[in-house]
């Protein structure tokens, strides 16, 4: 199962219920702020630790929420986290309207049939499980063209890690001097 943060506006509220109810239908869990922020505890302050737990982000884009400065905040502080951010389109909405971390994104459209749409979300996202299990989400990045030179590391590392018995583990941060690939090895 995941855990999303969803990232909405209130106007937007039915169809927030039927996304919600679909997630939570298919073994995943939801962070969502009318129903997960305790009563007395700051905004801003739980929904960046409702962010930080969350396995991924799902930004319900609709031109609402798009005057929300609480979105933008939500947007922005997934954007600085990292991890998956998946924009779910409630509406049509030119691509020149959305802020730059969902407009380099593939959006999902939930119109004209928030069925079809949260269906077709639902298949691209790797199953939650019954027993409560979380299922990491990871973002396959393609090796550079003309990226030479790691070959050796990477096999390096592959065996070190079956060694130690780690297989399908990945490193969490590479370290290193500036200007020697750091982030291509990470993606690698």
């Not at 869990?29 to 009318?34: A, E, G």
């Not at 302050?45 to 609709?62: C, H």
């Not at 969902?102 to 079809?116: T, Y």
């Not at 979300?121 to 499980?129: A, I, Q, R």
Request: aromatic share 6%.
């Amino acid at each position: 199962m995941a855990l999303f943060f969803i990232s909405y506006s209130r106007a937007d509220q039915v169809k927030v219920d039927a996304v919600v109810d679909a997630l939570k239908a298919h073994n995943h869990s939801v962070w969502l702020d009318r129903r997960s922020i305790p009563v007395g505890h700051k905004w801003e302050l739980a929904i960046g630790l409702g962010i930080a737990g969350a396995d991924a982000v799902l930004v319900l884009v609709s031109k609402t929420s798009l005057a929300s400065k609480w979105m933008r905040r939500e947007i922005d502080l997934a954007n600085e986290r990292g991890g998956p951010i998946f924009p779910a389109l409630l509406e049509p909405l030119k691509s020149s309207t959305l802020p730059a971390a969902l407009r380099e994104r593939q959006a999902i459209p939930l119109f004209p049939s928030l069925k079809d749409g949260l269906e077709r979300l639902l298949d691209d996202l790797p199953p939650g499980t019954p027993d409560g299990r979380r299922i990491p989400f990871f973002v396959d990045h393609p090796r550079l063209p003309g990226f030479v030179g790691r070959d050796a590391t990477l096999e390096a590392l592959d065996r070190l890690l079956q060694t130690a018995g780690a297989v399908g583990v990945r490193p969490a941060a590479v370290s290193g001097k500036g200007g020697i690939c750091k982030n291509q090895l990470e993606f690698e």
